[in-house]
């Protein structure tokens, strides 16, 4: 009989007792515990198994749940052994269990859009955990003035307890058990990455510096700490001064297999679930996660999803947390656009990343857009090196999976969403060669759409490219299946040719069953010395000529007669088609 799967359940302790599908990741326990480190940050893409794990850790140390071996039985860290001295080898890891005081505290729901309402949330939860611990009132380990500040803890309570709220704590707890603390934050840059979105950026980091310099860096009460979420932020802002961290990013070695599941375990668990027909078919929809050294990781959500609706889909990358990445890529610089074509087509493309994520800068510099990319999950690094020159990590990236390309073939198709009718008229327009049509329909598009991709945050006059990328992206996935898309760009803006070479149809025999015109068509802002769009247009016209854009179709046996040509010319939102 095979396990319930449970999906969407996060507590260790509910998945154990009922029985519900689990693949057992208690080695990191061992593994974080041998290692040492006084305060970890380990950053996985969401819905990694990470919020689980901290739970796991929570009910193997804290006293809450000493006694509560059953937990824990059968699985890799009670059996663990160790050399103990002159007495051979041990069951260590089962004294370890439920012998610290323990702070388990999530920011995962901090989404709120104003700084006041986020940060009342953070002091809600805050008082939640101290309600945890209320028993310490009745106690002889507080005097009255403490017992006082324990009080003050509360929604509307003073900056300066909200950011000594966790010191303090760990205080009471160190000594009522006698003990010092063990302290676990998860998804701690939640409340960060919202406030960027929202616009409150520098109040939240300025709390959160402070709040985590006092529970991380100055407490002496502090036995260790985790923490995870999916970025890592920048040090200046959030963490100054908290040299005793040990960053566990993607590219780190440490506790590579211990979140998200290995090929191994994904393929033994289809077994159990009698899906090993469609092993291949999963792994070309989820495998590509690559941590470290460690390959073919597999995203825990969308696994244990498949195994409870038996079907392919898409599960992980089906969410609002795509938001953010969606507006970076459609308010980005032609660049952005540009190389997301190529990851489109299966493309690698090289960068030089800095793995710490400067949101300030998302608005500023292509490069930290790739690492936030990186960071979420969305692209794997197939090839990692440090640079030590340059002081930055060199990655080749490309889309992560299956799930996650066609994630991003519906997110573009959304951007189109308030003019679909519009678009898909002038689609139609554009496979008939109907000129007047597909000026009437390109001008409308255009003008519903060129603001949706140019923001305002970074405008200038000279990028309406922002608007053509998306275009053209918006061609590459409502064309897949009828065309190959390709794009011969030049730099500089104002120029950006599309070939559309028609596919052969399913089944024939190679060289027949290719239906339908070739098309090339050229991009073109009206420069100072054009007077008329008109002008524009016969000058798109003529580059498509002078530089044998045409040819590499011919060479793949399209008759010229068979491939037509359109300058496209912009001003504005005003656009000009031309043909010849």
């Known amino acids: 009989m095979t396990r319930a799967i449970g999906i969407g359940n996060q507590d260790f302790e509910v998945i154990r007792e009922k029985g519900y599908f689990y693949i057992d990741k208690t080695k990191f326990i061992r593994e974080w515990w041998e290692s040492g480190d006084n305060v970890t940050l380990i950053t996985r893409p969401r819905r990694f198994g990470k919020t689980l794990n901290m739970s796991m850790v ?37 004294e370890l269990q439920g012998t610290y005081p323990v702070i388990f505290l999530s920011f995962a729901d901090i989404k709120e859009t104003t700084f006041q309402e986020a940060r ?28 006082s500040d324990f009080q ?23 000594r009522y058990y006698g003990k010092k603390v063990i302290i676990l934050l998860d998804e701690y840059d939640t409340p960060v990455q919202e406030a960027y979105i929202n616009g409150y950026w520098q109040e939240m980091t300025a709390l959160t510096r402070s709040m985590f310099n006092s529970t ?69 929809w989820y495998d590509g996660f690559i941590f470290g050294e460690r390959r073919n990781i597999y995203n825990p959500w969308s696994i244990i999803s498949f195994l409870d609706e038996r079907k392919v889909g898409i599960y992980w ?16 610089s032609p660049e952005i656009k540009m190389t997301m074509e190529g990851l489109l087509r299966g493309e690698t493309f090289s960068a030089t990343l800095d793995e710490q994520i400067v949101f300030s800068q998302l608005n500023q510099g292509d490069d930290a857009v790739w690492s936030l990319l990186l960071a979420s999950g969305y692209l794997k690094a197939v090839r990692y090196e440090f640079n030590i020159t340059r002081r930055k990590a060199e990655f080749d990236l490309k889309l992560t999976n299956m799930e996650v390309q066609v994630m991003f073939e519906q997110l573009i198709g959304s951007w189109f969403d308030g003019c679909r009718r519009l678009n898909n008229a002038f689609l139609k327009a554009l ?16 003008l519903q759409s060129l603001s949706y991709f140019d923001t305002g945050k970074s405008p200038s006059e000279e990028e309406p490219e922002r608007f053509y990328h998306g275009f053209v992206l918006g ?63 016969r000058e798109a016209l003529r580059q498509i000529d002078e530089k044998k854009y045409q040819a590499n179709l011919i060479a793949k046996g399209i008759p010229e007669e068979r491939i037509r040509k359109y300058g496209f010319a912009f001003r504005g939102k005003k656009v000009l088609i031309g043909d010849r």
């Not at 006293?63 to 002159?86: N, P, Q, T």
């Not at 496979?431 to 255009?446: F, L, S």
């Open 58 to 94: 929570e009910k193997f140390f804290s006293v809450k749940y000493a006694g509560r071996s059953a937990l824990f039985e059968g699985l890799s860290i009670w059996e663990d052994k160790a050399f103990d001295g002159c007495f051979g080898r041990d069951y260590k890891y089962r």
């Open 120 to 147: 009342k949330k953070i002091c809600k939860l805050i008082q939640l955990l101290y309600n945890q611990f209320d028993f310490l009132l009745q106690s002889d380990v507080l005097n009255d003035n403490e017992k």
């Open 152 to 174: 003050k803890i509360s929604s509307e309570m003073e900056d300066y307890m909200v950011t000594l709220s966790l010191k303090i704590l760990s205080d009471y707890l160190c």
């Open 216 to 284: 991380f860096k100055t407490n002496p009460y502090l036995e260790r700490a985790i923490m995870t979420g999916i970025t890592r932020i920048s040090k200046e802002p959030i963490f100054s001064d908290l040299n005793n961290l040990e960053v566990v990013t993607t590219s780190s070695k440490k506790y590579a297999d211990c979140f998200g599941f290995t090929e191994e375990e994904v393929f033994e668990s289809m077994e159990e679930y009698g899906l090993s027909n469609q092993k291949q078919k999963v792994k070309d």
């Open 317 to 332: 990358a089906n969410t609002s947390s795509n938001s953010l990445v969606g507006s970076l890529i459609r308010e980005g």
């Open 431 to 446: 496979e008939a060669g109907d000129i007047k049509e597909m000026n009437t329909y390109m001008n409308k598009v255009a």
């Open 475 to 537: 061609l590459m996935v409502e064309y897949a299946d009828k065309y190959v898309i390709t794009s011969n760009r030049e730099s500089g803006y104002g120029r950006y040719d599309i070939m559309l070479e028609p596919r052969a149809q399913k089944g024939s025999a190679p060289g027949t069953g290719i239906t339908g015109d070739a098309i090339i068509i050229e991009f073109k802002v009206q420069s100072e010395d054009e007077k008329e769009l008109s002008d524009t247009v």
